[in-house]
C-alpha cells in the first residue's frame, strides 16, 4: 500500500455518465492485479481539509506497464459530489491516491473458460480481468448489463478475443433482460465465473449457479462504502447470509467468493 500524487494524463467521458482516467503511477503498482482498487481523494488536497474528506474507492480499470512508465487507469460513473469533482479534473492535475489495496480475483489458470459478468459500472475491473485472461490462454465471454444503452462499455474497446455479451433492460442494445438470463445459458460452457455489480445481483447469480453448475465457483467483486480502504474504520463490513464471519470489503475483499456471502 503506498500513498503518492499520481499525475493525470487525460480524463474523458467514454460513454453516457461514464469516465475513463488515465494517470501516471508508481512502481507500486507494477505488481498489482486485477480486482485491486485504489482509494482516491476527490477534493483539494492542498486545502486544510479536501471537500469531500473521504477517499472514493475505485477499481483498477487497467495497467500499462513497461521498463519507462507505469500508467493506472480508472473507469467511473459520475454519480455524486467526489465523481463530479474528479470529471472536472484535467491533463496535469495531481491526485492523491492510496493504493494497490484489497484482494482481487484469483482465477485458477488451470481452468479455460472464463465467463465475466458486469452489472452497470462494475464492467470496471472486468476490462482488465478479460485482457488479463487472454494473455494467459483463457478463453473469455463477458456479459455486461445496464439499463440502456448508455449504459454499455463500448465493445470496440475489448480485446477481440473476447466474447462480448450485452444486455439491456429496455432493450436498446443487444439482448433485452438482465445479466441473469445470459449467464444461466453460459454456465454450463464455463469453468470459472467472475462479477462485479449490485449486491442483488450476485445472490441471483449464486443462485443459478447452485442450480445450474454447484461445481464450478463465482468470484464476487463488492461495492460497499469506504471510509479508509485499509481495514480500521469497519465501514465496510459486510455479513455473509450464512451466519459466517464478518467479512471487511476493503481487506479480505474486495473478491469475496459467493459460497462465503450466501453457502
Ligand atoms: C472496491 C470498490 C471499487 C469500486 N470501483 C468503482 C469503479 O471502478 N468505478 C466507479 O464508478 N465506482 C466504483 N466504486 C463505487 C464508487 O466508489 C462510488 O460510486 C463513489 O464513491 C461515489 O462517490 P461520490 O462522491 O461521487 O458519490 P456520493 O456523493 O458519495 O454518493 C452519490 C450516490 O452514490 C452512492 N454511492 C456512493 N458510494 C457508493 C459505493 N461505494 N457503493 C455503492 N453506492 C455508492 C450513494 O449511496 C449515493 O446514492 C467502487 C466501490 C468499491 C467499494
Ligand atoms: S473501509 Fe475502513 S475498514 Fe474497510
Redesign the pocket.
Known amino acids: 500500500m503506498n500513498r503518492s500524487g499520481l499525475t493525470i494524463l487525460d480524463n474523458i467521458c467514454l460513454y453516457g455518465t461514464t469516465h475513463l482516467m488515465w494517470l501516471r503511477a508508481g512502481d507500486a503498482y507494477r505488481s498489482a492485479l486485477p480486482g485491486q482498487?485504489m482509494m482516491v481523494t476527490?477534493g483539494d488536497s492542498e486545502a486544510s481539509y479536501p471537500d469531500?474528506l473521504l477517499g472514493?474507492?475505485?477499481?483498477i480499470?487497467g495497467l500499462d506497464v513497461n521498463e519507462d512508465h507505469v500508467r493506472v487507469g480508472?473507469?467511473?460513473?459520475?454519480?455524486?459530489?467526489?465523481?463530479?469533482w474528479l470529471s472536472r479534473r484535467s491533463p496535469g492535475d495531481v491526485l492523491e491516491v492510496l493504493g494497490p489495496l484489497?484482494n482481487g480475483f484469483e482465477p485458477d489458470l488451470g481452468l479455460r473458460n472464463m465467463l465475466l459478468v458486469g452489472g452497470g459500472?462494475g464492467v470496471?475491473?472486468l476490462i482488465w480481468l478479460s485482457e488479463w485472461l487472454v494473455d494467459r490462454g483463457a478463453v473469455v465471454a463477458l456479459i455486461a448489463g445496464a439499463r440502456s444503452i448508455e449504459g454499455i462499455f463500448p465493445k470496440e474497446l475489448l480485446r477481440p478475443e473476447v466474447e462480448f455479451i450485452s444486455v439491456t433492460e429496455d432493450g436498446s442494445l443487444g439482448q433485452k433482460g438482465l445479466v441473469t438470463d445470459p449467464y444461466r445459458q453460459l454456465l454450463s460452457w464455463s469453468d470459472q465465473s467472475f462479477a462485479c455489480g449490485p449486491d442483488p445481483m450476485f445472490e441471483a447469480l449464486h443462485a443459478i449457479l447452485l442450480e445450474v453448475r454447484p461445481t464450478t465457483e463465482l468470484q464476487a467483486l463488492?461495492?460497499?462504502?469506504?471510509a479508509c480502504g485499509f481495514g480500521v474504520c469497519y465501514s465496510?463490513a459486510v455479513f455473509p447470509k450464512t451466519g459466517g464471519a464478518v467479512k471487511l470489503?476493503c481487506t479480505d475483499g474486495?473478491m469475496i467468493n459467493s459460497r462465503t456471502l450466501y453457502g
Open positions: 482498487f476527490c469531500p472514493r474507492p475505485m477499481s480499470y480508472i473507469l467511473y460513473d459520475v454519480v455524486g459530489v467526489g465523481t463530479r484489497g459500472i470496471a475491473p463488492l461495492e460497499a462504502r469506504m465496510c470489503v474486495p
